[in-house]
């Protein structure tokens, strides 16, 4: 049995040794009931790694930490690439604007810098020699003149002689024309009406009054079969555009006359110029 003592007083060593003892338990069941009230405060900490504990006034729970978020309250744009400019600024509402002209591309800011021809690239800006495929050779065909073309060097094709042209004079032999169709041209009536083979080679004229006829644009070689309706008028073919002496008329046997008009049928005559004189002939009526 310990004997205590009190204050002042003496004891022995096993005294303090149990004072001790006991203090070290007292501490200990302090510590776990200090463990044990806060557990029973605390939710489950399982699966709750990384939240934070809160209350609501109430009970206490463990939440997750939210996102930062926020709000943009206002979008500037300044700047230039290549020439294209861009400014202004957003706030509650706005537009950026793209200004300016493109320019200053350089072939590398590019996907395709190069084009290529038979199989040889060219850079974009460059310039190169192109060499015809010689595989199909480009061959003369009938009526051309000139070396056929096998790529390595230029030619020149022309319109060979034998072929006929839509300008100049040419003689033609052994051809055949087909489908030749003269020009029927109405002269307007007037005292001295003009009969200009360019109008056509067959001409028709109504008489209005006794007539004295021009022949200015006749050139030789040129002929026109000219239809006159004339009533009880006449033609006077005395003109020096004609000749000297106006119209040469053909006869049988010696040079003719003018011819008479029918009053009631149309009457033909042709004309026709050799040198520097027309000549006529009375083809008939009609």
Same mark, same amino acid.
């Given at each position: ?181 003269? &020009? ?79 009053? &009631? ?22």
């Amino acid at each position: 049995m310990a004997i205590f003592r009190g204050p002042g007083g003496s004891g022995d060593a096993t005294t303090d040794s149990t004072t001790q003892a006991l203090a070290a338990v007292n501490a200990a069941n302090s510590a776990a009931a200090s463990a044990t009230l806060a557990a029973s405060f605390t939710p489950s900490q399982t699966g709750n790694s990384g939240k934070y504990l809160t209350t609501n006034g109430t009970s206490t729970s463990w939440e997750s930490i939210a996102s930062s978020s926020g709000t943009v309250t206002s979008v500037g744009g300044t700047g230039t690439v290549n020439g294209i400019s861009l400014s202004g600024t957003v706030t509650s509402s706005g537009n950026l604007t793209l200004g300016g002209t493109l320019g200053s591309i350089t072939n590398s800011q590019l996907s395709n810098s190069s084009v290529t021809f038979n199989g040889q690239a060219v850079a974009l800006g460059a310039s190169g020699t192109i060499t015809a495929n010689t595989t199909n050779a480009l061959t003369i065909g009938t009526g051309l003149s000139g070396n056929s073309f096998n790529g390595s060097s230029a030619v020149t094709v022309a319109i060979d002689s034998s072929v006929a042209t839509l300008t100049g004079i040419q003689n033609l032999s052994n051809k055949t024309i087909l489908g030749t169709k003269e &020009t029927i041209f109405a002269i307007t009536d007037a005292a001295a009406f003009e009969i200009n083979p360019a109008n056509g080679g067959i001409q028709t004229i109504t008489l209005g009054a006794n007539r004295t006829p021009k022949g200015t644009n006749f050139t030789a070689g040129q002929s026109v079969t000219l239809m006159v309706t004339a009533g009880a008028n006449t033609l006077t073919w005395t003109d020096t555009t004609f000749g000297t002496s106006g119209v040469k008329w053909i006869g049988a046997t010696a040079p003719g006359s003018a011819p008479t008009l029918s009053t &009631t049928a149309i009457s033909i005559i042709e004309l026709w110029e050799v040198g520097t004189q027309v000549y006529g002939a009375f083809v008939g009526v009609a």
